[in-house]
């Protein structure tokens, strides 16, 4: 069994940071992908981000390329997203999940993970 817990959301103005931590609860946590989605009012939830089990591998979504960073640290079994330069339509709610180990559908689908977090809102405004 496996509980992520996100933490970090809240409001800001365009063009701050903010950084979300994901706490895991679970042995499995060390040994697995980690990805971050997000889903905005009104839209599907969709990929964010994703650490591979010993951080060497990383991915990002188009539009957060280059603005957010993920990384983790698994002695305190916490992934972390580090976004800057935030725009309005960074708004949604942002979730951290866990891969499953066998997946056929890829990184970036949420059908890959099976553990989520409740998630935490993140608000920028113009």
């Known amino acids: 069994q496996v509980q992520l817990v996100e933490s970090g959301g809240g409001l800001v103005q365009a063009g701050n940071s903010l950084r979300l931590s994901c706490g895991a609860s679970g042995r499995t946590f060390r040994s697995s992908t980690l990805g971050w989605f997000r889903q905005a009012p009104g839209k599907e939830r969709e990929f964010v981000s994703s650490i591979s089990w010993n951080g060497a591998s990383t991915y990002y979504a188009d539009s957060v390329k280059g603005r957010f960073t993920i990384s983790r640290d698994n002695a305190k079994n916490t992934v972390y997203l580090q976004m800057n330069s935030l725009k309005p339509e960074d708004t949604a709610v942002y979730y951290c999940?866990?891969?499953?180990?066998?997946?056929?559908?890829?990184?970036?689908?949420?059908?890959?993970?099976?553990?989520w977090g409740q998630g935490t809102q993140v608000t920028v405004s113009s």
């Open positions: 999940a866990r891969m499953t180990s066998v997946s056929y559908y890829g990184y970036q689908s949420e059908k890959s993970y099976d553990y």
